[in-house]
């Protein structure tokens, strides 16, 4: 593979003053958001909490009932909200890159669907494993629907096969998980409910410990790829001249998302539609297509994204909660449809 440097020099070319500018205001609005809805979610919640109680709380350990649920449940899930969040901009960013589709994410590509029937069945045949077992076990049936996935298009020979074959994948993994729905209670059900449509209530550390490690891992991977899915911009033909060999990019990088993914799964959930619309929203925000730039900000963007969803979930009809899934449906849901119509009426235009 080329070094980096020549990969980057060749492809992402100069960014013009007026767009160094735009992607500085984004970032700089993206860390800005990002704190102030920390701040705010700290705060929400019973007890109400002004931003000082809830950082004397955070800080000193007074015994009383507030500081227990400031650290046990609010910073905790605040953490897993950044995390995740952040992790599925990264995730989309780099999937839709490395397969040349506008609509890909990990729920096109089979890697959620195999963490999430691996979590169901746990639930629902009540399978006893040590701590952090059902997540090794998750992160490890996403990692082995992604390798089918590839198995199934020639070791993904052609991105827009690849995409197919996952989508069906997922379909199948799907289907296989409300069999599985029918062996269990009606309690079973409903708590695998709260999890398939991502959650984030009653977060606490436990849910860092066991997806942090697998969600950071995997992005670190997929941030390592960058130069490489740079050059897939160029399409297969042109990223090899520049020394970048695709089948092996998508290969590292459906197992690096499969691993992420399977962290965010095991902490929340199957979150959608964060993966597929954050990085389209950077792209026209930020005007730029260069990966190095679109993952960087999709990660920001992801965060702020989910934590919004985290807030609207907890304040729509307090003092109960929606799971903060359905929120990130609406959220995302226009945006997947504006990119689907744009696809359709590029490739009527040829």
């Known amino acids: 593979m080329t070094p980096a440097p020549c990969v980057r020099s060749e492809i992402s ?13 984004l970032a700089v609005g993206a860390i800005v958001s990002c704190v102030l809805l920390a701040i705010w979610s700290m705060c929400l919640g019973t007890p109400q909490l002004t931003p000082a109680r809830a950082f004397d ?6 015994g009383s009932v507030a500081r227990g649920v400031v650290w046990e449940l609010r910073f905790p899930r605040l953490i897993v909200t950044v995390i995740c969040g952040a992790t599925l901009g990264v995730v989309g960013a780099c999937l839709q890159t490395a397969l040349q589709n506008p609509l890909a994410g990990p729920e096109l590509t089979g890697v959620g669907a195999g963490a999430s029937l691996a979590i169901a069945s746990i639930i629902i045949l009540k399978i006893d494993l040590p701590p952090g077992g059902a997540q090794i076990v998750a992160a ?21 096969h690849l995409a197919l074959a996952g989508a069906a994948l997922s379909a199948i993994l799907n289907s296989m998980m409300i069999a599985v729905l029918t062996l269990g209670t009606a309690g079973d059900a409903l708590t ?4 398939l449509v991502g959650n984030l209530t009653d977060r606490r550390w436990a849910d860092v410990r066991a997806g942090a490690p697998f969600a950071l891992a995997g992005v670190i991977g997929l941030v390592a790829l960058v130069p490489a899915l740079n050059a897939l911009r160029l399409g297969d033909t042109g990223a090899r001249t520049v020394g970048v060999r695709p089948v092996r990019t998508r290969v590292l990088v459906l197992l690096a998302a499969a691993m992420a993914t399977a962290g965010v799964v095991a902490a929340a959930g199957p979150i959608g539609f964060v993966a597929l619309a954050v990085p389209h929203a950077v792209r026209w925000l930020a005007s730029t297509a260069d990966v190095r730039l679109v993952v960087w900000l999709s990660a920001l963007l992801g965060a702020v994204t989910l934590q919004t969803a985290d807030i609207v979930a907890r304040s729509l009809i307090r003092p109960r909660e929606l799971p ?19 696809a359709r009426a590029s490739r009527s235009s040829r």
């Open 57 to 62: 709380l955070l800080v000193n350990d007074d």
């Open 192 to 195: 695998l409910y709260q999890f």
């Open 13 to 25: 070319g100069p960014i013009r003053p007026q767009g160094r500018a735009r992607i500085r205001v």
């Open 140 to 160: 490890l049936s996403g990692m082995a629907a992604g390798l089918l996935v590839l198995t199934m298009t020639g070791v993904a020979k052609d991105a827009v």
């Open 324 to 342: 903060v899934g359905l929120i990130t449906v609406f959220l995302g849901a226009p945006i997947a449809l504006a990119v689907g119509r744009s």
